[in-house]
Structure formats: C-alpha cells, structure tokens
C-alpha cells in the first residue's frame, strides 16, 4: 500500500512560533519535519515493505522523492527544502492523482498524508474556495476537471499543524474535514494535544501511525498445524451498506485452513484485495538482542522452519488453493504468486464476505472432501471436477430480456425487425415475434416515440422494395405500420398478429406441400 507525503512548503510554513522548549523560536515547517522523522523510523521497523513518496506543494507541487522503500533519502530531502509562494491544495490533490494513477495504477489502495499549516489563503485556490467548488460542482462547466475523490482506493489523512485554540485553526479544521468527507473512501484529520510544540506534533504522527500504519499479526491454522504470520498490507475491516443490510467485519487474528481446491476449479474469482503473507519467526517476539547478535540472530532468522513456507511450496508443486476462513461468514484463499521467474510469494486475496461469494462452488459452508461426493462421476481418480455447482433452481433463457442501456442494442434489434421484413413471407412468424418484443420494451419503458419510428421505417421500405419482391412483404409491413400508430398500438395486453391475406394463406399451403 504506496505512502505519498504531500507537505505544504508555502510562505505560511516559515512562520515562527515560540515553543515551550527553551522557548526557543522555531517554525511549523520544522515542525512537520520533527513529526515525519518518527513516522519514517516507524515504518522501518514495522512496515518495511511500504512504499514512501515525498510531494512538496505551495501553488505548484513536485515530486521530491519517487516512491522507495529507502527511508533515509526522505529523512535527506526534508531537511534541505525551501520555502515557495502561497498554498493551493487543489493543485496538489490533481498532481497526486496523476502521480499515483501513472506509478500505481487504479486498484491498488494508497494512503496520502496532508502535512499542512491550515492557512486559508485568499482568491483561488484557496481553502475555503476549495471546499465551496467540491459543494457547487453541479454548478459549475462540465469540463471543470476535479482532483477529489480520487480515482483510486486511497484514504486522505491531514497532519494540522495549528494551535487548536485559535480561532483560525478551527475554521481550517471544519474546512479539511470536509475536504475528507469529499473524498469518501476514508481517512481522518489529526490535530496536536495542547500547544504547538515537538513532543504534540511527535504524538500526532505517532497516533497516525499506530492507528492507520500497525501490521497485521495473526496465526495460520491448518489441523494442527500453526504459525505466526505477518500480513501486508493490514487486514481492514469491513464496513459496508448493501441493498437490505448493513454488513460490517472484522478479521480474526486467527486463519483457519479449511480446506484445498485446484487453480481450475477456483478459476479467477473477484477479491476485495490482495495481501502478502510472511512468517514470523519465534525469535522475533523475545527480548531485544545485543548489537553484537544481531547478524547472527537474523541468519537464524531466515533458516528458521515455517509452516508458511511449507504451504506455499505445496501450493506452487501441485498447482493448488488454500480456502481459509478470516472471520464468521468471510473467506480468502492462499496461493503461490510470482512477480518473476525466479521468485513467488505466498499470497491471500479477500473474498466479500458472505458464504455465497463464488457463485460456480456454491455455499463455501458446504464445501467437505472429495470422498464424501454422492455421485460416481465425481470419486477421486476418475477426473472430472464437481465444479462448476449447479443451482438449486433451474433458470429458463427462452426469453432474453431487452437490454437498452446502449444505443447499440436498440439499433440491433431495429435491424433485426427490417431484416426478417425484406424477406417476408418466409419470416413472417419470426417478424412479428421481434416486433411484438420490441414493442412490449417500448411500452414498458414509455418509449412510445418508438412505435411511430419504427411505423416510418417500415413505410420507407415498402417503398424501397424490389420489383420481384412478393407482394405479401408490402401488406404485411403497411398492416404492421398502420397498427403502430394507433390507440390500440398502446394496450400491452394486444399483440400484433399478421394479417390474413389470399398470398399468405397460399404461401402457408405451399410451405406446408
């Protein structure tokens, strides 16, 4: 889960202020720094593999750092900024959006943290004008192009770097709350405990750390076997509203294997995301160890046995899934993955909770051996797999239902009515068949512009047709044409039927020879 830092380096940064420290004179902008270093040391020691990008933004933005994993290079470029002209958070936000959709993509979740003073400004790109062009978007040109929410899963978390007893502070903290609420997919605004100082703004970092950036450990369960597993990213809880319930979980700190399937039989099925799993060595929940162990004990470490490894080695031989269950009613699978030819990782994806996630397994709850299946066509060693499950009621496709959400839809089956018209009397059943469909669409949806269209394109066909053409096509379309436009047309219940003619009836009785 990729990290961006968007650090606000505008004039209003360099501010001094007086801190309870000595009272010496320092700025916010040193500040922010003080803060983002523990963060940085934070993630070094628990979340070693997230990616970390720097953004400093005052009117313009650029990218300082390019996502790394190296810590330190951060901790360098904070330290030799230098201070721009006045703040436009909307122009940040737009380049973050094009930085990480362009680096990242549109599915993987990100994390962007607003390290800012909450200055207002004045004119536009200010705050305030910010928020109030989020609430009158409907107003404002369509082309009008705006950075929030983002394109992408990514929660929006802002570092206030104010004094909370100020007036101004708390105008700017309503402000980028809002800005928050824009975005909706999450994220929470952090101010300092007390007065602006080193050891309130730490603690503020630190509360984001704890909170948003904490790994993930549980332990992996298979019979009797077990092991202590760290989970990247973190394992959130889910908290949605559906059509008639509000679901909400939470993962257990336990995962239960409950079972094995093949890679065919799952196929690909949709997940909610995807996590790396990664063993925890028993070592690394003992007591700190001496400077002068420390190489000897991590090359323990990494020869140490682990269930894990065991699981993913299996999985990648015999080309299998792991189905786990993470809480009550919410399933994941474990898999090998490789990200190269040489290597490959243990990885879970998160199915939506719910038994009933993989409609082609049936009931996940259901699911026992493959020595318990009924049938003989499906024991062991006869290979032929007893997935895809069939639904308990057997649905009839006779009737396709018209689908009109495209103007492609509408004009195919248009075509389909003039098709069978030019080659009436042959497909005469098959002309009123499309047109009565067509025609129950149209009512249903009120769409009753239709009728009269397609009553006009069957008269210009009557008058395009050929002169070796059998005259019953003309009767027929000029019948069906005169009966779309009139009261009658509009009744559901009265369905077109072909209309009686001597070269009908004599085309029926030579059909029927």
């Not at 094009?98 to 004119?123: H, K, N, R, Y």
């Not at 995807?274 to 470490?301: F, G, M, W, Y």
């Not at 051996?369 to 639904?391: I, Q, R």
Request: with cysteine; aromatic share 8%; hydrophobic share 40%.
């Amino acid at each position: 889960m990729p990290t961006v830092l968007l650090l606000d380096v505008s004039l209003s940064m360099s501010r001094p202020i007086a801190t309870l420290e000595g009272h010496e004179e320092t700025s916010r902008r040193h500040l922010a720094v003080a803060g983002i270093n523990p963060f940085l040391d934070y993630l070094a020691s628990n979340c070693k593999l997230e990616f970390v990008s720097l953004v400093i933004f005052s009117s313009l933005y650029e990218q300082v750092v390019p996502f790394t994993r190296d810590y330190n290079e951060i901790r360098t470029a904070v330290e030799k900024l230098d201070d721009y002209d006045k703040t436009c958070i909307e122009t940040a936000l737009g380049g973050v959006n094009m930085l990480i959709l362009e680096e990242w993509g549109a599915s993987a979740p990100c994390q962007v943290i607003l390290v800012t003073d909450g200055a207002l400004g004045f004119g536009e790109g200010s705050l305030k004008q910010v928020v109030q062009a989020y609430s009158n978007r409907s107003a404002l040109a369509a082309d009008h192009k705006f950075s929030l929410p983002f394109k992408f899963p990514c929660k929006l978390h802002v570092m206030l770097l104010g004094d909370s007893t100020t007036k101004q502070t708390l105008i700017s903290a309503s402000l980028l709350r809002d800005l928050i609420s824009v975005n909706g997919q999450g994220g929470e605004l952090f101010m300092p405990e007390g007065s602006l100082s080193v050891k309130t703004v730490q603690g503020m970092f630190s509360a984001l750390a704890e909170k948003y950036y904490s790994p993930f450990v549980g332990v992996l369960k298979c019979g009797n076997l077990t092991c202590p597993v760290h989970i990247f990213p973190t394992l959130d809880a889910y908290d949605r509203v559906h059509e008639f319930e509000h679901v909400k979980k939470v993962a257990s700190k336990e995962i239960r294997t409950c079972g094995f399937i093949d890679i065919a039989d799952i196929a690909s099925p949709p997940y909610l995301s995807r996590h790396l799993v990664l063993p925890i060595s028993t070592s690394q929940s003992s007591c700190a160890k001496t400077d002068s162990n420390k190489d000897d004990s991590e090359e323990r470490e990494d020869k140490s046995a682990a269930f894990t490894v065991l699981l993913h080695g299996s999985l990648k031989v015999e080309g299998m899934i792991a189905l786990v269950q993470i809480s009550e009613d919410w399933y994941g699978m474990m898999y090998s993955y490789a990200d190269s030819k040489k290597k490959s990782n243990l990885m879970l994806s998160v199915f939506e909770p719910g038994p009933n996630v993989i409609s082609w397994l049936g009931c996940l709850s259901h699911l026992g051996p493959v020595s318990d299946l009924a049938t003989a066509s499906n024991k062991p060693g006869e290979g032929k797999s007893p997935f895809p499950v069939c639904p308990a009621e057997r649905r009839s496709y006779s009737q396709n239902c018209v689908v009109w959400i495209k103007t492609t839809g509408l004009h195919t089956d248009i075509q389909k009515i003039l098709r069978n018209a030019r080659k009436l009397p042959e497909k005469l059943p098959h002309f009123y068949k499309e047109l009565n469909r067509l025609r129950r669409a149209a009512l249903a949806l009120g769409f009753y512009e239709l009728l009269d269209a397609v009553a006009q394109l069957l008269d210009r066909e009557c008058t395009l047709l050929a002169g070796n053409t059998h005259p019953d096509a003309a009767l027929q379309m000029a019948h069906v044409a005169s009966f779309l436009r009139s009261e009658v047309a509009r009744d559901a219940e009265q369905n077109i039927v072909p209309l009686q003619t001597n070269f009908s009836t004599d085309w029926g009785d030579r059909s029927d020879r």
